[in-house]
């Protein structure tokens, strides 16, 4: 069945640097992907909407040019936290939705934590 | 963003008992759908609901998608410890590409 995979699943890294965390949809063709961020014990947060080919949609408040995305191919969504900083620290979902499924399936999560 | 309202916000309760949570919401709806999420993972689709009224089960999983469009429950019955995780109620307004609105969670423990 369709599947979406995230990795990495979880990364360390340290304060100022750069972290991609890559969404790949498996068995379908991914026209739309939607990056979550989750923080401890709170619901999902919408972050951005990629259509691909196109520029990503942001959320109110999401700052675009700290959370880039890309949406170069119909099974591949990067979303790069640059420069990153503690408060960065989060767990990142994905989803990706396409026509031959008509359903949206999630991702495993990326667990970032920023020290 | 603009959230559901979810409740309860958790529930403990004992092996063999049902469980039931709702969501509501000042908008008017399309597709309500109901999300699990087990500890560091994404959530995972548990029912689909894509017309006002209808009525679905996926094995003890019951969801109903409220008349008004603006609510839709969801009961579990006869729970066992691996019903355990966080319940996610996500709303679309149109359904297909579009992205979701979600709910707060309902924390569910269920004690053997």
């Known amino acids: 069945g369709a599947v979406v995979s995230q990795h990495p699943s979880w990364v360390i890294c340290k304060s100022g640097t750069s972290v991609k965390i890559e969404c790949r949809s498996l068995?379908?063709?991914?026209?739309?992907m939607f990056w979550y961020r989750q923080f401890p014990k709170q619901s999902l947060m919408l972050m951005a909407t990629?259509?691909?080919?196109?520029?990503?949609?942001?959320e109110q408040g999401v700052e675009k040019d700290k959370f880039l995305i890309n949406h170069a191919s119909l099974t591949l969504s990067t979303l790069t936290v640059t420069s990153a900083h503690p408060e960065d620290s989060s767990f990142y979902i994905c989803s990706a939705w396409g026509w031959n499924t008509g359903e949206l399936f999630f991702g495993e999560g990326s667990r970032l934590t920023v020290l | 963003g603009q959230q559901l309202n979810q409740s309860p916000q958790s529930m403990f309760i004992q092996e063999g008992e049902d469980v039931s949570m709702n969501c509501t919401s000042s908008?008017?709806?399309?597709?309500w759908l109901w999300y699990k999420q087990e500890p560091g993972e994404g959530p995972v689709l548990l029912i689909a609901l894509y017309k006002a009224g209808e009525l679905t089960s996926n094995g003890r999983l019951t969801a109903q998608f409220g008349i008004t469009r603006k609510d839709s429950f969801l009961n579990i019955s006869a729970s066992i410890p691996s019903d355990v995780g966080i319940y996610f109620c996500a709303g679309q307004f149109q359904g297909g590409s579009e992205k979701l609105v979600f709910g707060k969670g309902t924390k569910l423990t269920v004690n053997p």
């Open positions: 068995d379908f063709q991914a026209t739309t």
């Open positions: 990629s259509n691909e080919g196109s520029k990503a949609t942001y």
């Open positions: 908008s008017i709806f399309n597709t």
